[in-house]
């Protein structure tokens, strides 16, 4: 499908603008639906992500490109969850006037991270509003979905990356001053993990989820979703300089992810087809569902994440 | 699908205070993401709408119940205009720390609209924020989507029911009176019209497109689709009283739709059908891609519905 041709008015201009700039990225968009395909003997896999000014991000902090990819990266992880492909996202942007000098480039950051996961873009919703906010839809397909639901005692669980990063650089910011550059990145330029989950689907994981929430949080809500109990040991995740084995625990705004697959499957191959570690750090067991938490041998209170709603 | 066990914090228990009121309306929602089967020989329709405080609506104005209804039904208009059949819709909510008493009927609401098309709410995303918004994601399918891009020279441009109503209730608010209950109750309980425009595409519709940004202004992105020119006479549109012709035109968040068919169908079973008026307001004609507009017999300039980023 080629963009639909959009008659006069300010906000078509602006989406105009935005077409112009996406080019081939975009497909179809300017109605105000999309018409897709999934390969037959797959499954659509669907998510929304919203990140908001003040909320996810402060303008002092990113540039418009940076909040872009940001966005549109935070809702992609949520497909690498279930192992699924990318196949196209929506984008609704809510754009204040004191931003709109920034259009180009939030455009070009979304553009960027759909076409490294390779979604086309192919719809959205303009509007304008007081704040900046960015809500991210996206469809992904898998014959076999990884959830949160499937995992099983005895299983191990894994931990793509390192943590820290995010939190870090979150912590400067909030203190008044520069962050490491290596965390500010880790922030400003999340990697949602897609071709490795489908790596470990593919060998045999049971369930998945990012820990954007924090490990020790999401880790309980695949806990929650499998009626499972989880034994994580903290001293065993790998983390940036720095961070404590508690705050890794903690850190939110995270995009690596946590998997369960049985105990003794090869997967040391993974290293080196991502140059990324992938690090057991807990077991799945039965009894009561929820998570449990071991630091240097201690066991320690779970250590909860960055939570919107407790403001 | 039964919604997923969700771990503890007060998003959660946000989130699990409407799963619990919407009950069967939800199908897995609580995980990041859904999985989504599409009929064998249907293709996937998609659309995304937003709705914000102080730019689609004011706290004074409409109840929270009405806010969720009111945004969710604007969303499967799009469907409508697909001839889609609705399937599922994600919701991604930014509810302020004022708005928290209002959760419950907001979740209401949409669950209200989403019941009334058809469509299980199946994810969503929900964060703080300073003014409420509503990003509603819609997910239909149809053999044979209708689109913006298929009118034909020689067309017939059909409109079902009447506008105006909504134009007036804003235009009462913004005075500061009280608008006309019927008025009022057409802005806050918008009706997707979906199975019409079933109806009319399986009699032939060649394009369909809702007029939520005005009946002119529509009608030019349909002309400018399909690069076709649309003659429309505004005095033939049916309207709510004390609405002009020229209002009629410009009026917007109506959900009503404009639909392209082939000159000499039989429609006349619409009405019995639907219990609303199906008119022939203009012709598609050849000539540049764009709308021109005749009141009363006479040529008068196209008049341009409202446009938020024109502020």
Same mark, same amino acid.
């Given at each position: 499908?080629?963009?639909?041709? !959009?008659?006069?008015?300010?906000?078509?201009?602006?989406?105009?603008?935005?077409?112009?700039?996406?080019?081939?990225?975009?497909?179809?968009?300017?109605?105000?639906?999309?018409?897709?395909?999934?390969?037959?003997?797959?499954?659509?896999?669907?998510?929304?992500?919203?990140?908001?000014?003040?909320?996810?991000?402060?303008?002092?902090?990113?540039?418009?490109?940076?909040?872009?990819?940001?966005?549109?990266?935070?809702?992609?992880?949520?497909?690498?969850?279930?192992?699924?492909?990318?196949?196209?996202?929506?984008?609704?942007?809510?754009?204040?006037?004191?931003?709109?000098?920034?259009?180009?480039?939030?455009?070009?950051?979304?553009?960027?991270?759909?076409? #490294?996961?390779?979604?086309?873009?192919?719809?959205? &919703?303009?509007?304008?509003?007081?704040?900046?906010?960015?809500?991210?839809?996206?469809?992904?397909?898998?014959?076999?979905?990884?959830?949160?639901?499937?995992?099983?005692?005895? /299983?191990?669980?894994?931990?793509?990356?390192?943590?820290?990063?995010?939190?870090? $650089?979150?912590?400067?910011?909030?203190?008044?001053?520069?962050?490491?550059?290596?965390?500010?990145?880790?922030?400003?330029?999340?990697? #949602?993990? !897609?071709?490795?989950?489908?790596? !470990?689907?593919?060998?045999?994981?049971?369930?998945?989820?990012?820990?954007? /929430?924090?490990?020790?949080? &999401?880790?309980?809500?695949?806990?929650?979703?499998?009626?499972?109990?989880?034994?994580?040991?903290?001293?065993?995740?790998?983390?940036? #300089?720095?961070?404590?084995?508690?705050?890794?625990?903690?850190?939110?705004?995270?995009?690596?992810? #946590? $998997?369960?697959?049985?105990?003794?499957?090869? !997967?040391?191959?993974?290293?080196?087809?991502?140059?990324?570690?992938?690090?057991?750090?807990?077991?799945?067991?039965?009894?009561?569902?929820?998570?449990?938490?071991?630091?240097?041998?201690?066991?320690?209170?779970?250590?909860?994440?960055?939570?919107?709603?407790? &403001?």
């Amino acid at each position: 499908m080629r963009p639909l041709a !959009l008659g006069p008015g300010a906000e078509f201009d602006a989406v105009r603008r935005m077409l112009a700039r996406w080019g081939p990225a975009a497909s179809g968009v300017g109605g105000d639906t999309a018409v897709l395909e999934i390969p037959a003997g797959e499954r659509l896999v669907v998510s929304t992500d919203t990140s908001v000014e003040n909320v996810h991000f402060r303008r002092a902090w990113l540039s418009p490109a940076e909040i872009g990819y940001r966005a549109t990266a935070a809702a992609l992880s949520d497909l690498a969850a279930a192992a699924a492909t990318p196949r196209a996202l929506l984008l609704a942007l809510t754009l204040p006037r004191a931003w709109r000098d920034g259009l180009d480039a939030i455009a070009d950051g979304v553009a960027d991270a759909a076409r #490294a996961a390779g979604a086309a873009i192919v719809g959205g &919703d303009l509007t304008s509003g007081e704040l900046l906010s960015l809500t991210v839809t996206v469809l992904g397909s898998a014959a076999h979905p990884l959830s949160r639901a499937g995992a099983r005692a005895g /299983d191990v669980v894994y931990l793509t990356g390192r943590l820290g990063g995010p939190a870090a $650089a979150l912590a400067a910011w909030l203190a008044g001053v520069a962050p490491d550059p290596l965390d500010r990145a880790r922030f400003a330029h999340p990697v #949602a993990r !897609l071709r490795e989950a489908q790596w !470990l689907a593919a060998r045999g994981a049971t369930a998945a989820i990012d820990v954007s /929430d924090g490990l020790v949080a &999401d880790a309980g809500h695949l806990a929650a979703a499998s009626g499972v109990r989880i034994a994580l040991d903290l001293s065993a995740a790998p983390r940036t #300089a720095g961070t404590t084995a508690i705050e890794a625990g903690r850190a939110g705004e995270e995009y690596e992810l #946590a $998997a369960t697959a049985p105990a003794g499957l090869d !997967l040391s191959g993974f290293t080196r087809e991502f140059d990324l570690p992938l690090t057991a750090i807990g077991r799945v067991t039965g009894g009561p569902a929820g998570v449990e938490v071991v630091v240097a041998g201690a066991r320690v209170d779970p250590p909860m994440g960055y939570n919107h709603l407790s &403001d």
